[in-house]
């Protein structure tokens, strides 16, 4: 067991994240398989057997979650998917209600509401997305976040201006290609950087390329600034 994927999580997770773990395991929500009470104990008996670093036997945990039941194959093993599924939404939800992701956040809060047809509320929500996005400094991350906002607006204006037309089609555009020069520009310079020590061979049609790049940036914004 010591080499399975569920003990290898376990070990790895911070104090907060075993805490939000044990909070979790005995929520129906999160845990509604099969074995649920023994995958809730077999977190237990993992996590104490971390702390008292003891080496954990397959038959001796088996006996421990199933007292009753005689040894089956591979019976123990469906327990352990279950809990390992527990450590994984664990580390889906740390990783999603992270600070820097709070836009995102926004962004996907936005979108539920106008699924709910809260038209207004979308709206406001958004806009909210939208100056918190202003915010931030303009790399990837920023024209990742920004390029859903738009797409979102786009979708919107489709539905709701059918005749009008959709005025924001040329915003979603420029984010997308803004976005892939600037991946490119950064990527390239990693390259050139490699270069000095590997002496890596860089075709000319790549240096015409990223000057092409640098010419979109700076005829659209004078103040803006590469983050690699």
Known sequence: MDQSLLLELLNSLTHP??????????????????????????????????????????????????????????????????????????????????????????????????????????QTQLVKAQKNLDDLTKNSEYFKQLIEIENIIHEYECISNQKKGDLNITKLLFSIETKNKLDYVTLFNRLLLQQRISKIDIPSKLHETIRACWGIFFARDQNFEIII
């Open 17 to 122: 994240e075993k805490q939000l773990v044990l909070a979790l395991k005995d929520i129906v929500f999160f845990n509604n398989g099969k074995f649920r009470k023994q995958a809730s104990h077999l977190v237990d008996i993992c996590m104490s057997a971390e702390t008292s670093q003891v080496k954990l036997d397959k038959t001796h945990v088996y006996k421990q979650i199933f007292p009753e039941s005689a040894f089956t194959e591979g019976k123990l093993e469906k327990v352990m998917v279950e809990a390992l599924k527990i450590v994984k939404t664990t580390l889906l939800i740390t990783d999603l209600l992270k600070e820097e992701k709070s836009v995102g956040h926004q962004i996907t809060i936005a979108k539920i509401f106008l699924s709910k047809g809260l038209d207004k509320r979308f």
